[in-house]
Every structure is written in structure tokens, then in C-alpha cells.
């Protein structure tokens, strides 16, 4: 048992070696469905077993390599300025899952949000109550931080980004300023590594732009479901917030779009599955051709003359693009 | 060269330099009869506002003796300097350096030293500068005009009309018919002086429960001196705090400027703080903020570090791993960080409030004064679960062409230029205002959550019924949904 171990251990080694030399990513062995040992740095072995933010949505995890980094500024962009509300609840939901593999859970959950004055009152102050009902957050564990400029914004997130005693700090800031550069990212990325803490770099109607940020999403919202109820969907209702993801940029380097849907009861991501979207084309109205009967096809003899048969292809000889279409 | 002010109607000599005393003009005299003798005479209008922030200025620098100055009238300062003399030298020496920087400063100032305010005032105005043994209040009053007992005008007439033209006339006459007809406030005036009845000064500044001060050798410049000068203050000032078995909860840098000036600066903590490091790293952010405020000129000559409020020191045992777990201080100190950068307002916390209006349910207070409350016990907030992520603090007014039924959300909506087209939407829930606080005639308010074509969701609210009232109802956007 134990040379067993050892033996594993030489093997991960011998891994690690190789990915190494090879320059392969660590994530991209996690998405080969490798363990790997991490480096035995303080902030990696608080990071938890594997230093990732499981969203619990398979294929977007595969796609970042396992999660969302927990110990890395993680950018999140919205598009325009409407869109705050859902890069704010995105955010969040993202945040509160690490409470939940916090594996002390008598320590407290606090999180800093930090933004300008200004843009607070342009896209609205983060409102307790609402925190609360869709994260589960209590009003005493939130600290809201509002700085009059943008170095002082920053200033302030330096100085969170190393405290181990909040959970997850959040910056706002709006439109894509000169003095949030590659450095001054690169300060906060290291800052989060060494406290083991993430950092949401929340960035209201920007584009992207280069920063040391090794994740960046681009949230969007998404149509809402019907409240679903024992009886089926309720007609009329808005139920769940769903959010559209797409991976900008992640160390990885794989595409992916995805629409995910918040449970705020659960505190889940969840896929949205094709048939409770909306179609996005309507049905036709006359299917030409009906999918083929399931099992084998056995050929009868006919009754009639085999000339009659003659111009009709036979299944085998269907053509390839009038084959089984897919569903989804 | 006379200063002129208006009274009654009339424009007055209301101060006067030695020159035109020479002249035989005096204090009252009307401008035009002044102008009349002398029209060579150059008035100039007095400013009450200037000379009072003068006063001021000079309270403020007359600190550096004692912490309890107060203004007196328009045109004097009280000093109380029990138990501070000694720091000086003794009484003399003390006097004579207050009336020597204040002749280098360009000031003509009359000094009095006694041991009740009374005599001082009396000493000052009419001896210059002078020490009154204590005990000896009377024979220095006895001499006096009836004006060196600080009484009113009526009362002074009156009595210069029965032929009490001295202090010491007063003195010598009979009490009780005094009081009855001149008043309680001449004998408790005559007593005050006298040392009978105890007067206080009113300081004009709270007096810090602990001060430190230091002298540097030069005036010092450098920001970094301070700095250095502030770190070594507050290592004395822990000596103290940790006597006191206390923490500093407001700590004061005081800065006397070579040239009178005074620059104070404040910092608060959130929890009762002695270390050293600390207080300098607080007082360090604090200089950074206002660096372009602060002018050296030709440098600081006194360097004063005061704690204005202290609180019990609550000691705890770090763990043998030598990491403090469980307790926020480091959170604390970045809040106080925070806070000396950049305001009271920088780092807030929610707090839930007894309200069901959605923007008066929750407060946002300072970090510092939570902990106070220390009410950590409580869980989420209760309520309904539907409130928006972010709220606007002042509602923003939408417009709302048409509305399918009228009690019904709006179809479309035009909210900051933009014309929103309502996909769903979910509703009413009808708020009703606090008639306790502000009125029954507030308008109740439908809320409704609707959502865009793109998936965005918004709280809208109509304020008022339709047929409630003569004014249509109105719309507003109050909050966005994740």
C-alpha cells in the first residue's frame, strides 16, 4: 500500500516534470483528467484541494480546465452598462461558491466590493436584501468600499487583495481607464495568489484589452425561464436569472459559449438544457423526411414487381445529407 | 488711522492707532466729526468676521502652552495654566515668552497672571503684565475703574451715578443692598475675581485625554520627518496607554508652524489601537491625502500627539503559531487605513433597518462605528425574497406610453434615452408609504419586475393610482436584477 503511494507520488512527480519541460499548462493536465500535486506554496495548499472554483456546469468547467482560478483576478465584462445587473450577479454567484468548499465553516464569509462614487450612482448601489436573496449573503458580511477616483479604487484593492480575512474582493470599474494597465493588474493577480482569495475584476462596458487577469468572461443576460412549480412551468413569471457566459480568454484557449442558469435556492449553476430554452427558430410546419425507425432493417420480399422498386433507393442508399438529423 | 464701524446709524470710531490718539480722538467718536478736525484722517471699515478667525488662529497657536484656551469678548484670550508653568520655566519666564513670540509675531498684546480669571483680566487691562500673588486680588482691584470688574455698562453708569467709582468702593460697601439693586451678576463678578467663587474657562477645544509632545531641535520640512517624529511620539504615548491599561480610538496630530500657523490632523480607529507602527502607518496615509494641503513653510517647530478619545484595551493571547486567528484586526486596520486616506464615508457596511420601503431598509454605516454595535449574531436579513441586486438611490424617472390595463405594467418603457420593449414581467407588489412618517398623503407605489427582449430585468415602480388623485401616475426605475 504504501510503496503504492510512493510510487504514485514518483508518478506525479515524473508528470509534473514532463508537463514542465513540455510547457503544458496545469490546467490542461486537469483537463486530460490528470491529477496533479501542486506546488507546495502556502497559498496554493489554502487554495483547497485544487485551487479551482467548481461551477458545477461539466462542459464549462472542462473548457476553464476545472473551474474558475481561486486564487487569480478573474476578469467578468459586460458589454454595456445595462448589462450590470448581470455581471454583478454573475459575480457574486461565482464568489458564493467558494463558501461552499470553504472547509471551515465557522469562519466568516466577507466579501469587499469596491467601486466609484460616480459609477455607484449610475448603475445603482449594491443593495443588501437583494445580495442576500440571491447569494444568501447576510448584510454584516458584506463591506462596501467607495473611492472618488480610480487610482484610489485600485489603491484600496491592493490592499484588500492580500487580507486573508475577506473571502473575495470585488473592483468595479467602468470603461477600459489607462491606469488599469497590464501592471497594475499583474499587482492585484499576484497580490490574490499570495492571499489565496479570488479577485473579480468586474469591468462594466469595456472592451477587452490585455491584462494579467488569466480568466476573462464576458457576461451578458439571458431570458429568464417561467417559474417552474409541481404543476410545470408558470406561465408569465420570471424564475431563475440566467446569464450568457462566453470565454474570452482562459489558459486553456478553448471557445465556449454557454447560457447558465442561477438557482438562487440551491446556489447552483446549472446548464440550461435545449428543451427548456425557447426555440430560437420556429418549428416547420411540413417535415419532409421522418427519421428512421429504430432497429434493423430486414428486407421482405416484395409482392410486386421489382421494377417498381427499381427507381426508389433503398435505405442503405440514402443520401448522406438526408440522414438522421440531429435533435439539438 | 481710524477703524470706523456702524452703530445706530452712525459710522463710529471703533479703534484707533496711537497717532490719532495723539490727535485726541476717541473710541465712539463719529467718523464726521473726526473727518471734520482732521479730514487728512484714513478710515478704514472693521471686519468683525477677520479679526474673530485672527482670535482663533491665535487660540490656536497659544495650544502650544496649554490645552485649555478659551476666547474671551472679542479681543482677549483666556489661558489656564495650572499645573503647565513649571514646563516653561515658572510663571515668569512663561509670561514673558507668551508676550515675546507674540511681539515677533507683530502683535501688541497686554498680559495678566493671577490665580482666579477675574484678577487676570484685570491685571491684564490694567497693569500689563503682571503677577498677581495669590491673595492679593484685592489689593489689585481696589484701585481700579468699576471696568475692571467685567459688569455691564448699565450697572457701571449706575454706579459711578452713586459715587462708586472704584473696585474697591464696591467692595467696602454694604452687600445685600448691592444685590438688590444693582443685581446678582455685580457681586458674583466682585466674587470671582476675588477668588470666592469658583469660575471656569470653557475651553474652546475638547482637552485629549493623553498628549505628547516633542520640540524638535530645527523646525522640520520633510514630510518623512514627520513621519519619524510621529513614530516616536506614539512609542511614547503607548507608555502611557498601556499605564491606563487603554487604547486610542481618535488620536490628534497637532503641527505648530514656525509662524503661528497650526495644522491639526485626525484619525480614527475602529478598535482601541497603542501600537506604535500602527498609529504611523494611519497617520502616514492621512499625510499622503493631504499632502498638498499641508504648507511647511518655514518649518514645524512643535509636534504634538494627542489622544482625544481612549477606550478599554481589550488583551488578547495570540496562538503559539504566532498568526492571531479569528479576530479581524487586520481588517480593522485596513478599514482605519482606508478611512485616513480617504473619509468617514470610504468603507461602509449595511445594516438593516425596521423599514419596508426598500431604500430605507438598509443603512450604510462606517466600518468603525459597527463594531461598536458588535452585533454580529444576526443571520440574513428577512423580507421578501424579490429585491433588486443594485438600487438606485434616487429613483430615476421612466417614460411609459401606454399600459395594457391600467393598473397592469407598462409594454414599453423609455429609461435613460432608450426604449425598452417589456417581454414579462411579474406584479404588482404594492408598497404603501410610512404613514407614521411622513403623511397620509404620500402616493402608495405598484412594483413590478419586468424583463427585456434581451433578458435584462428591472424593478419599475408606478407611483400613485390612476383616478386617486387629479396628477397621473408616474413611473420610475428603482433597480436592476441580476
Known sequence: ?328 | MLISHRDNNTQRIAALDEQAEALRLKRGMGIADARAMYPSVEVVEAEPAADRSLLESLADWCDRYTPLVAIEGADGLFLDISGCAHLFGGERPMLDDVLARLFQQGFHARAGLASTPGAAWAAARFLGAGIVAPGKEDQLLAPLPLTALRIEPAVRVSLESVGLRTAGAVMSAPRAPLARRFGKQLLIRLDQARGQIEEAISPRLPVPALSVERQPVEPIVLTEDIKALTGLLAETLRKDLERRGEGARILQLTLFRVDGAVCRIVIGTSRPMREPSLIGRLFQEKLAAIESDIDAGYGFELVRLSALAVADFEMEQADLAGGAEGNDEALAVFADRVRARLGEQAVLKPVAVESHIPERSIVMVPFAEVSERNDRERGPVPGPADRPLRLFRHPEPVEVAATEVPEGPPLHFRWRRVLHKVARSEGPERIAPEWWHEGKDMPTRDYFRVEDGDGRRYWLYRQGLYGASQEAPRWFMHGIFA
Open chain 1, 1 to 328: 500500500m504504501a510503496s503504492n503511494v510512493v510510487a504514485q507520488a514518483a508518478v506525479f512527480a515524473l508528470r509534473r516534470k514532463i508537463a514542465k519541460i513540455e510547457g503544458t499548462l496545469p490546467e490542461k493536465l486537469v483537463a486530460a483528467g490528470v491529477a496533479i500535486l501542486h506546488p507546495s506554496g502556502s497559498a496554493w495548499a489554502e487554495a483547497g484541494a485544487s485551487g479551482f472554483l467548481h461551477t458545477g456546469v461539466a462542459r464549462l468547467d472542462n473548457v476553464l480546465g476545472g473551474g474558475v482560478p481561486a486564487a487569480a483576478l478573474t476578469e467578468i465584462h459586460g458589454g454595456e452598462m445595462r448589462d450590470a445587473g448581470a455581471v454583478t450577479g454573475f459575480a457574486l454567484a461565482l464568489a458564493s461558491l467558494s463558501r461552499n468548499r470553504e472547509p471551515d465553516r465557522e469562519k466568516r464569509f466577507l466579501v469587499l466590493w469596491i467601486g466609484m462614487s460616480q459609477a455607484f450612482a449610475e448603475t445603482g448601489f449594491p443593495h443588501a436584501p437583494g445580495l442576500g436573496a440571491l447569494t444568501g449573503l447576510a448584510p454584516d458580511e458584506i463591506i462596501i468600499a467607495q473611492a472618488p477616483k480610480l487610482t484610489d479604487a485600485l489603491w484600496i484593492a491592493e490592499e484588500a487583495a492580500r487580507l486573508r480575512e475577506l473571502s473575495a474582493v470585488f473592483l468595479e470599474i467602468h470603461g477600459n481607464p489607462v491606469r488599469l494597465d497590464l501592471t497594475a493588474t499583474r499587482r492585484l493577480h499576484r497580490r490574490a495568489q499570495l492571499a489565496g482569495r479570488p479577485v473579480f475584476l468586474l469591468r462594466q462596458a469595456a472592451r477587452a484589452e490585455p491584462t494579467a487577469a488569466p480568466l476573462r468572461l464576458v457576461v451578458s443576460p439571458a431570458p429568464a425561464t417561467a417559474r417552474s412549480t409541481l404543476t410545470g412551468p408558470l406561465a408569465d413569471t420570471i424564475g431563475c436569472p440566467a446569464f450568457t457566459v462566453t470565454v474570452s480568454k482562459s489558459r486553456t484557449a478553448l471557445p465556449g459559449q454557454f447560457i447558465l442558469e442561477w438557482n438562487p435556492h440551491e446556489r447552483a449553476f446549472q446548464e440550461r438544457q435545449p428543451e427548456n430554452s425557447r426555440p430560437v427558430v420556429s418549428a416547420p410546419a411540413v417535415r419532409p423526411d421522418i427519421s428512421p425507425a429504430a432497429g434493423a432493417v430486414v428486407a421482405f420480399k416484395s409482392a410486386r414487381p421489382a421494377a417498381a422498386v427499381a427507381h426508389q433507393p433503398s435505405r442503405q442508399q440514402h443520401p448522406a445529407h438526408r440522414g438522421a438529423r440531429r435533435t439539438g
